[in-house]
């Protein structure tokens, strides 16, 4: 299976094991007996480090297996894990990987939540954070110290969509004896390898485009196998699992991940370019688009783009903006992404930002292309623009 779009369809599938069913069924289970002793001793020791199998529902059933193998081959790890949201796997690709003492650098453009959780719980616990700009490049090694255990990254960056170098973080990262722990929601494993380009531990908000239809909240995190052992005691230690049916609604999900994200991201374009041609718009972000400073990272490093991205408006009157949103009648206005629908989203960048500062004058929305017509989706754009310009 050497094409993405064919190991969507079959990676961790295993019929035969399941008397022909073509996706693993939902098996719920705390308890998992075992006829004998011997038997039990047994799954206690071998199974609670290997899949698939199980010992009790906390290290998870056939249908978490099913899920997980199919993403660490995607992601091209060494094995995933799952978590109940894409939080507890970014707080779980950190919290595994650190002690008391230690020091992590973070993207400033990082999601906010796992910003929160670097100055909240690892504060607490004596890890010490830097933020560092997403545009530092190789200036990162100077932000470096003997107690840098780990560096975060998230590329292209939440709300702002910075791309990063990957592979000169990593070589610095690995020459002071840091991991690299990255987000990859926005491509997802079809659109960027991390392991390819030296990440070490691979996050997804699987709730995103994984899951795809906006039911179920869900998120991986995938490794080499020589963080594999730390990764999964801690998780075990913290009682981390997902649901069954969860799992499977991402395991059906991922099944058509390859031609949803691909109209994703043509939506994405399209809607993007017609945006950034309005007299009301500053600027689009969307790495896909020749104009963007990070678009000549992103044609060397990704094998697409999905259908995320935001805009930044002229200074325009709070009345006219929100006529622009709250007219719109295809897209909702929602946290979360990655499901089939459109959706619109005010932000404020400048309200996440530790090390830099992001200036707009005007109000910013981020956008996710849906699955919709892309010329109904332009024209739900076009007349909210019209009320803009009525109002401003
Ligand atoms: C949504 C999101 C998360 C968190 O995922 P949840 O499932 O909502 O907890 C993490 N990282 C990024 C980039 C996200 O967009």
Redesign the pocket.
Known sequence: MTSDATRVVHEGRRPADFQGVVNTPVFRASTVLSSTVAEWNHKKKVRAQEQPGTYYGRHGTPTTHTFQDAMAALEGGARTLVFP??????ACAILAFVQTGDHVLISDS??D??RRLAAGVLKRFGVTTTFYDPCVGAGIAELITPKTRLVYT?SPG?HTFEVQDIDQLAEIAHKHGAVVAM?N??ATPLYFKPFEHGVDIS?Q????YIVGHSDA???TVTVTQALWPQLKSTAYDLGQIAGPDDCYLAARGLRTLAVRLRQHWENGMQLAEWIAHQPEVERVLHPALPSDPGHALWKRDFKGASGLFAVQLKPTAAQAFESLIDGLELYGIG????GFESLVLPINPADHRAVTTWKSDGPMFRVHAGLEDVNDLIADMHAGFQRLRALA
């Open positions: 949201s894409g939080l507890a796997a970014c990082a999601y939540p796992t998230e939440s987000d929601t926005w996050v908000a699987a709730t995103k909240m869900l998120g946290a979360s992404w990655g």
